[in-house]
């Protein structure tokens, strides 16, 4: 697992899709750039879930593209999915550690300084600095960090840093800047006219910063 895979972080949400297929979007965005998807289902059952996920896992096989299971750490288990991500609300860091295998990616999201601080004890793939800017996709969150927080929690964090939250192709270049490893994105990519050209827009982007400015220093 290397920072690589947290550069361009595509979140799901099929009401984003703008009544296109869902799988359509998701690969035509892998097919632009995409390295890391998020799997989050809020309203779907279990089986259905798992089905998706099953799925999805498929889809992005042959891209060596891993898939995350937003929250659900029994969906994540039944699909053999990558890792799982959990917000401040969801199961237990300690817990969702115990449960999960050996090797898998662990996200955690961050909506203030003490959800900093308290992440320091464990040993994260990535940390999500959420939101960065006010966004409709995540209305129950706490103040947007802005650009001097996201610089607060580079300062005050030893886990690469995701960013997510109004994150488009006007503002990435300074997220990534300022310490993202990364930008995670929902209606960017998937209420784009071209999920592709939306993901190579994006991907071009933090390509070109990583070439310029190793390590974020």
Not at 38 to 48: C, G, H, I
Not at 89 to 103: Q, R
Not at 166 to 194: H, R
Request: aromatic content about 6%; charged content about 25%; proline content about 6%.
């Amino acid at each position: 697992m290397t920072k690589n895979n947290f550069q361009l972080y595509l979140v799901t949400d099929e009401a984003a899709c703008l009544g296109r297929d869902f799988f359509w979007v998701v690969e035509e965005a892998v097919r632009g750039g995409v390295t890391m998807v998020q799997l989050r289902e809020k309203a779907l059952p279990t089986r259905a879930f798992i089905d998706r996920a099953k799925r999805l896992k498929d889809l992005l096989a042959p891209y060596n593209v891993p898939l995350i299971i937003n929250d659900r750490v029994d969906v994540a288990l039944a699909a053999d999915a990558d890792g799982v991500h959990v917000g401040q609300s969801d199961m237990l860091v300690d817990t969702l550690i115990k449960l999960l295998p050996p090797g898998k990616i662990i996200g955690l999201s961050a909506e203030n300084k003490d959800n900093v601080r308290e992440a320091e004890q464990w040993n994260l793939s990535y940390l999500a600095v959420s939101p960065l800017f006010a966004t409709p996709s995540k209305t129950d969150t706490e103040t947007p960090w802005g650009m001097e927080g996201l610089k607060w929690v580079k300062q005050n964090s030893r886990h690469p840093l995701v960013v997510i939250g109004g994150l488009n192709d006007q503002n990435t270049k300074e997220a990534i800047e300022n310490g993202a490893e990364g930008i995670a994105v929902i209606s960017a990519i998937c209420s784009a006219p071209s999920p592709k050209t939306a993901a190579e827009t994006l991907k071009s982007i933090i390509s070109k910063l990583n070439l310029t400015t190793p390590d974020n220093k």
